[in-house]
């Protein structure tokens, strides 16, 4: 026991979580005690002060610092990659380095966030199938719709996009891991801290957090210490966050095969690359804006209590100064994986591959100057409202020609419609509905309108649902050959696409027409006269609340008992699907020379990368096995 | 097909197809969008065009959607993949510059016309109030609002928006607490109330009727329910109604509320009605039908029905301590807790006997 206790891993872990509850009732009381607070013990002060630093004491006694600490202290560190790869499903619940293993652990959480969050959207839905109280009180709906952007927002799209590309990275540049390989183990870990901690807030006196997932001053300010929760656990995510980014952007630049050049990267690193120098950039920014929210609350500081000279619209400012960027952070992986599954799905070489880069790019420097667009009605100085709109609009020309440039992919084409090519195209067509009405959103006079109506809800939906939830499950099922080994089941795929695709737009379609006419978003209630509509989408709503569970059973009983997936099942050319399902452990027994583009598909004799020691391969049909490496 | 080979080339008469698909999927789709009722009544000055430039919005994207839309489903039918063609590839093409040039400049041009467009009637929305409009200030506290306006020199406070038709307002807006925002659909216009500042636009209500303000920034639990009546009144009625309120009965709202020379059931009828701004009480009439006083508002519950079974001590306890006993269907901590601070002993005695003897009327 003694053992288990010194060692890293669960029992150390929930050992160091009591010691740290007692570390910070100590320090609670001791503080309060020299400043002559009365009474000393305060539950709220503690709680505050546990909430930051607990999870520090959880992840030391996990094992996220162990190796660190060792070296820090001149000990003799072993690099026995005793913590590196998966021997056992027990593996993936410790502290582990292999970023194969990271990534199943990264998707698996953001997994199980995401369907606590949509169970919150079904409750929210019940609750509005009709006007009037039905199921929950207003603090607990309030509560239910923060708790639900929330959580898919900062603990599902977010850090799924990081495990996809966690996984399928490091193997497509050719490289053995990421450059940091126990940074990212911290980056993990500090996820399932983050969620944890969001959901205990539903256990406070006074209820969850319930300012909506913008949190805005003063009435995060006010509310009563849930809130505390919204405002530590973000700070835990976007850590998470920011570590990771930087984890890609040196492994993108420092990391690449011999003869990877930029241009000679798969569309997914570029968008990994992009994102990772938004979330570098903007994530800081949530983190001070709700730094400052906590200071106020817990130390009477008055950053926005407008009568002791604080600011209010200082804290939508420095939000969406994140916040905004953070949408881009949630959809431009997704465009990397849009553009592997059509490549190799319509056999064809990306169209404007160059563009396709540089509208990346195009986005990033945009992204970051059209923030006040979420604040046309807010009460800022009016001028400003025509140079946002006019940057908003401009986005919508590198997004084109990614729209554009996707559908001149398919163009002659073989497309090969399975399940990973249904929801691409489905992303295709959704995501185009979602830019447009961006655009009318950003047209200021149309804005002042619509805004904080349920347009916006149907907006953010066809953005992050019909965008990010429909590249995600395109992503999923196009590696999940390569993850596990295993072949998915195609018509369990199919279904599960049509029955999302049909349910997603009866849900969200009519969300536009209610929010034109007049239905403000987050409400509890709503008038009568939007009864009907509200009855048909909370109805659609389940439909695709199950639909999802299609998605669990293809992808639990596929796992355990589907057929063996081959080295490279769709005959890819980039360099993931050169190594076996699932990949060695090292993922390379020999380095890979990258001697082409990545989408070379129709080129005859077209190769991506060669594996050095083995024979220079004779001309052989694209997509081909190159190398000995596929034997595994 | 004719001559033309399935994995060839696309012909010219299929371009003429596809194109004449296009033509008339859009066609229909910009009728659709035309034919739904999508907005509420217009009714300010403003109001028709921004109508108006939702309708060229919408002319402008459907095309837009149908074409990427049957493009996509074409390229399916016509090249997705047949048994035997499982090791077939596309053709290597890896662009085409004079295409990516016109999917950059035309979709710049769109965007340039939309944002000029977009400017202009900005501009024009945001255009200074006439010299001489009236002006109303717009007060939200949770959960609710108050109006106060100068007609004649004589301040008028409210719980319901009166304005004449035909008129431009200057609306200016404020809080007492955390955010809310200023919207009445009918008006296309919103803003936040924001704690600091004072923000504010102008308008011209050009239809007579009864609408809603409606709170749309969320504002804590009573965000759902914080509404006010609105009435546009014609120019006649609006001098009648300004006549009534400021006759001295009506005026003696805020001097009998405070030094008791009143009536006692004239004091707790105006509090219900009118409530008392000067120290944020909200008046229960603004949430609460009582047909008494001729209150018809829904947020609250029906204080004919809700109260007729009960005590006068059960009406203080109300007031007072609104969440100890939530009537079925409704929310907890959505009145406000603050009636037993904001008045006095003497103005509770009154509001309750008030109550109390109109609810028990039959």
């Known amino acids: 026991m003694a053992a288990r206790l010194t060692s890293p891993g669960w029992y150390r872990a929930l050992l160091y979580l009591v010691i740290g509850l007692a570390f910070t009732l100590g320090l609670s009381a001791g503080l309060r005690a020299i400043y002559n607070v009365d009474p000393v013990y305060s539950w709220q002060s503690w709680l505050t002060?546990?909430?930051?630093?607990?999870?520090?004491?959880?992840?030391?006694?996990?094992?996220?610092?162990?190796?660190?600490?060792?070296?820090?202290?001149?000990?003799?560190?072993?690099?026995?990659?005793?913590?590196?790869?998966?021997?056992?499903?027990?593996?993936?619940?410790?502290?582990?380095?292999?970023?194969?293993?990271?990534?199943?652990?990264?998707?698996?959480?953001?997994?199980?966030?995401?369907?606590?969050?949509?169970?919150?959207?079904?409750l929210i839905r019940a609750e509005l199938a009709q006007p009037g109280r039905q199921f929950?009180?207003?603090?607990?709906?309030?509560?239910?719709?923060?708790?639900?952007?929330?959580?898919?927002?900062?603990?599902?799209?977010?850090?799924?996009?990081?495990?996809?590309?966690?996984?399928?990275?490091?193997?497509?540049?050719?490289?053995?891991?990421?450059?940091?390989?126990?940074?990212?183990?911290?980056?993990?870990w500090m996820l399932p801290v983050a969620g944890t901690i969001m959901m205990l807030s539903f256990l406070m006196p006074g209820g969850s957090f319930a300012a909506g997932w913008t949190a805005y001053a003063p009435l995060s300010v006010d509310a009563p210490i849930g809130q505390t929760f919204f405002t530590i656990a973000v700070q835990f995510a976007g850590a998470s966050s920011i570590a990771t980014a930087l984890n890609f952007l040196v492994t993108i630049i420092t990391m690449r095969a011999p003869g990877m050049t930029f241009f000679r990267m798969p569309l997914l690193v570029w968008a990994n690359f992009s994102t990772s120098l938004l979330v570098v950039i903007a994530t800081p920014f949530i983190a001070a804006s709700q730094f400052m929210v906590l200071l106020d609350r817990a130390l009477g500081f008055n950053f926005f209590n407008a009568a002791k000279g604080g600011d209010v619209l200082m804290y939508q400012h420095v939000f969406w100064f994140y916040s905004h960027p953070a949408v881009y952070i949630m959809m431009l992986p997704g465009f990397g994986?849009?553009?592997?599954?059509?490549?190799?799905?319509?056999?064809?070489?990306?169209?404007?591959?160059?563009?396709?880069?540089?509208s990346l790019l195009a986005i990033v420097v945009l992204g970051f100057t059209v923030w006040a667009h979420h604040m046309f009605v807010s009460g800022m100085q009016n001028w400003i409202r025509i140079p946002m709109m006019i940057t908003t609009a401009i986005i919508a020309i590198p997004t084109g020609i990614k729209i554009?440039?996707?559908?001149?992919?398919?163009?002659?084409?073989?497309?090969?419609?399975?399940?990973?090519?249904?929801?691409?195209?489905?992303?295709?067509?959704?995501?185009?509905?979602?830019?447009?009405?961006?655009?009318?959103?950003?047209?200021?006079?149309?804005?002042?309108?619509?805004?904080?109506?349920?347009?916006?809800?149907?907006?953010i939906h066809y953005v992050l649902f019909g965008g990010s939830?429909?590249?995600?499950?395109?992503?999923?099922?196009?590696?999940?050959?390569?993850?596990?080994?295993?072949?998915?089941?195609?018509?369990?795929?199919?279904?599960?696409?049509?029955?999302?695709?049909?349910?997603?737009?009866?849900?969200?379609?009519?969300?536009?027409?209610?929010?034109?006419?007049?239905?403000?978003?987050?409400?509890?209630?709503?008038?009568?006269?939007?009864?009907?509509?509200?009855?048909?989408?909370?109805?659609?709503?389940?439909?695709?609340?199950?639909?999802?569970?299609?998605?669990?059973?293809?992808?639990?009983?596929?796992?355990?008992?589907?057929?063996?997936?081959?080295?490279?099942?769709?005959?890819?050319?980039?360099?993931?699907?050169?190594?076996?399902?699932?990949?060695p452990i090292f993922n390379f027994d020999t380095v890979p020379s990258v001697v082409g583009g990545p989408y070379e598909y129709g080129v005859p004799g077209a190769v991506h990368a060669v594996f050095k020691g083995a024979e220079v391969p004779s001309p052989v049909p694209a997509g081909a096995p190159t190398s000995p490496a596929t034997e595994h | 097909m004719g001559e033309e080979t399935r994995r060839g080339p696309v012909s010219g008469r299929t371009w003429a197809v596809l194109i004449a698909i296009g033509l008339a999927a859009?066609?229909?789709?910009?009728?659709?969008?035309?034919?739904?009722?999508?907005?509420?009544?217009?009714?300010?000055?403003?109001?028709?065009?921004?109508?108006?430039?939702?309708?060229?919005?919408?002319?402008?994207?459907?095309?837009?959607?149908?074409?990427?839309?049957?493009?996509?489903?074409?390229?399916?039918?016509?090249?997705?993949?047949?048994?035997?063609?499982?090791?077939?590839?596309?053709?290597?093409?890896?662009?085409?510059?004079?295409l990516e040039v016109i999917w950059t400049v035309l979709p710049s041009i769109l965007i340039a016309g939309l944002c000029t467009y977009a400017t202009v009637l900005l501009l024009d929305i945001q255009s200074a109030p006439a010299k001489g409009a009236r002006v109303v200030n717009v007060t939200g506290q949770q959960f609710a609002w108050t109006f106060s306006t100068v007609e004649h020199g004589k301040k008028i406070q409210t719980n319901e928006l009166y304005v004449p038709v035909g008129e431009p307002v200057e609306f200016k807006i404020h809080t007492l607490d955390v955010i809310h925002d200023f919207w009445v659909p009918q008006w296309r216009l919103k803003v936040d109330a924001v704690p600091g500042l004072t923000t504010s636009y102008s308008l011209t209500p050009s239809k007579v009727g009864n609408y809603q303000v409606v709170c749309a920034e969320l504002c804590g639990?009573?965000?759902?329910?914080?509404?006010?009546?609105?009435?546009?009144?014609?120019?006649?009625?609006?001098?009648?109604?300004?006549?009534?309120?400021?006759?001295?009965?009506?005026?003696?709202?805020?001097?009998?509320?405070?030094?008791?020379?009143?009536?006692?059931?004239?004091?707790?009828?105006?509090?219900?009605?009118?409530?008392?701004?000067?120290?944020?009480?909200?008046?229960?009439?603004?949430?609460?039908?009582?047909k008494?006083?001729?209150?018809?508002?829904?947020?609250?519950?029906?204080?004919?029905?809700?109260?007729?079974?009960?005590?006068?001590?059960?009406?203080?306890?109300?007031?007072?301590?609104?969440?100890?006993?939530?009537?079925?269907?409704?929310?907890?901590?959505?009145?406000?807790?603050?009636?037993?601070?904001?008045?006095?002993?003497?103005?509770?005695?009154?509001?309750?006997?008030?109550?109390?003897?109109?609810?028990?009327?039959?």
């Open chain 2, 26 to 98: 859009s066609a229909v789709g910009i009728a659709l969008g035309l034919v739904i009722p999508w907005f509420p009544t217009a009714g300010s000055t403003i109001a028709h065009k921004i109508d108006t430039f939702w309708d060229v919005l919408i002319i402008a994207s459907v095309p837009i959607f149908v074409g990427v839309t049957t493009m996509v489903l074409f390229s399916i039918w016509r090249w997705r993949q047949r048994p035997g063609e499982e090791s077939l590839d596309g053709p290597p093409i890896h662009g085409n510059t004079r």
């Open chain 2, 221 to 290: 639990l009573g965000h759902a329910f914080m509404r006010a009546n609105v009435h546009v009144l014609p120019a006649a009625q609006y001098t009648a109604w300004v006549q009534k309120v400021t006759t001295p009965v009506g005026a003696a709202v805020a001097g009998a509320v405070s030094n008791g020379s009143t009536s006692v059931a004239n004091v707790g009828r105006q509090l219900f009605i009118s409530g008392n701004p000067a120290t944020g009480t909200i008046s229960c009439g603004s949430c609460h039908t009582m």
């Open chain 1, 337 to 358: 994986i849009i553009s592997e599954v059509l490549a190799t799905r319509a056999r064809k070489p990306i169209f404007g591959y160059r563009m396709m880069a540089f």
């Open chain 1, 49 to 122: 002060i546990a909430l930051l630093m607990v999870p520090l004491f959880f992840l030391a006694g996990i094992g996220c610092f162990d190796y660190w600490w060792r070296w820090a202290r001149g000990r003799k560190v072993i690099d026995d990659h005793a913590d590196h790869g998966a021997h056992s499903w027990k593996d993936y619940f410790k502290v582990n380095t292999d970023h194969k293993v990271i990534g199943i652990q990264y998707i698996c959480v953001s997994f199980f966030f995401m369907f606590i969050g949509g169970l919150m959207a079904m």
């Open chain 1, 469 to 583: 939830m429909f590249t995600i499950f395109a992503g999923i099922y196009f590696w999940f050959p390569k993850m596990t080994g295993r072949m998915y089941n195609e018509r369990l795929g199919k279904l599960h696409f049509w029955l999302t695709f049909i349910f997603f737009n009866l849900t969200f379609a009519p969300m536009h027409l209610i929010g034109v006419q007049g239905m403000p978003r987050r409400v509890y209630d709503y008038a009568q006269q939007f009864a009907t509509w509200n009855l048909i989408i909370s109805l659609a709503s389940f439909g695709l609340g199950l639909s999802t569970l299609i998605f669990l059973y293809n992808v639990i009983a596929s796992w355990r008992g589907g057929p063996r997936a081959v080295a490279n099942p769709w005959r890819s050319l980039t360099i993931e699907w050169q190594v076996s399902s699932p990949p």
């Open chain 1, 404 to 459: 554009f440039s996707w559908v001149a992919t398919l163009w002659r084409g073989v497309l090969k419609m399975d399940t990973p090519m249904l929801w691409a195209t489905g992303f295709i067509v959704m995501f185009t509905l979602g830019g447009i009405s961006g655009v009318m959103l950003a047209m200021v006079p149309l804005d002042i309108h619509v805004s904080d109506t349920y347009f916006i809800v149907a907006h």
């Open chain 1, 136 to 188: 929950v009180d207003a603090n607990t709906y309030n509560g239910l719709f923060s708790i639900h952007a929330t959580l898919l927002i900062f603990l599902f799209v977010i850090p799924v996009f990081a495990g996809i590309a966690n996984y399928v990275l490091p193997l497509m540049i050719g490289a053995p891991d990421m450059a940091f390989p126990r940074l990212n183990a911290l980056s993990f």
């Open chain 2, 292 to 362: 008494a006083a001729g209150t018809t508002a829904q947020t609250g519950p029906n204080l004919d029905k809700n109260l007729a079974q009960d005590p006068a001590s059960a009406i203080r306890e109300s007031v007072v301590d609104p969440n100890k006993e939530i009537a079925t269907g409704y929310a907890k901590g959505v009145m406000p807790v603050n009636y037993g601070k904001t008045l006095t002993k003497q103005q509770i005695d009154a509001l309750v006997a008030y109550i109390y003897k109109s609810v028990h009327r039959r």
